[in-house]
Every structure is written in C-alpha cells, then in structure tokens.
Nanobody
C-alpha cells in the first residue's frame, strides 16, 4: 500500500508561482513512476505531468509545457510540481498518483494510488 499526501496548494494571482509537494510512504517510492493530475470544477480529471521512477524521463500536458516542472527526490520520498506563470485556467484540485509500472505516463489507468488532492486557485 502507498500513502500520498499533497501540500503546497493555495491562492495566487495570475502570473505567480506555486510549488506542490507530494510525500509518499509505503511501497518502495523510488521504483514508482509519479504523476500529477488536476480536476477543475465541472471537468474531468486530466494529466498534468509525469516522471519516471529514475527521474530521467518526464512528460507534460501541452497546456503546461514550458511553465510547469516535475521533479523528484527519492531520498525524501517526495515529488514536486513547480508551477510558474500561472493562469486562471490552471485553477483546479491537483492530485499526485503512483504508477507501479515506473513510467509516469499520462494514462490514469496506470496509476493505482492517489493522494487526497490540494486546491490551487489562480485569480486573474
């Protein structure tokens, strides 16, 4: 079993930055791919960014490329999402998730454990 706890959400003005953290425990964190997803009100949950277990491979949704950066620190069992140049349309609940395949791909069905989510609100 894996426990994931997100933190770092909050309210920020457009153009600002936030860094989300996801602390993991349980199954060997360092061999899990990790992903960030988000769900805006009235919309389906969507992929934001993913990172492979070794950290060498990352991928991003087109809507966040060049603005968001995913990284991980396996020694701290933590994955991060640095969000810069935030836009109102980035407003959502952000979730981290663990991928037992180690890939951090964009497919939600690859992920078997999810955090409780953290709210990000961007005002224009």
């Amino acid at each position: 079993q894996v426990q994931l706890v997100e933190s770092g959400g909050g309210s920020v003005q457009a153009g600002g930055s936030l860094r989300l953290s996801c602390a993991g425990s349980g199954r060997t964190f360092s061999t899990s791919g990790m992903g960030w997803f988000r769900q805006a009100p009235g919309k389906e949950r969507e992929f934001v960014a993913g990172i492979s277990w070794i950290g060498g491979n990352t991928n991003y949704a087109d809507s966040v490329k060049g603005r968001f950066t995913i990284s991980r620190d396996n020694a701290k069992n933590t994955v991060y999402l640095q969000m810069n140049s935030l836009k109102a349309e980035d407003t959502a609940v952000y979730y981290c998730a663990a991928d037992p395949y180690g890939l951090g791909a964009e497919y939600q069905t690859n992920y078997d454990y999810w955090g409780q989510g953290t709210q990000v609100t961007v005002s224009s």
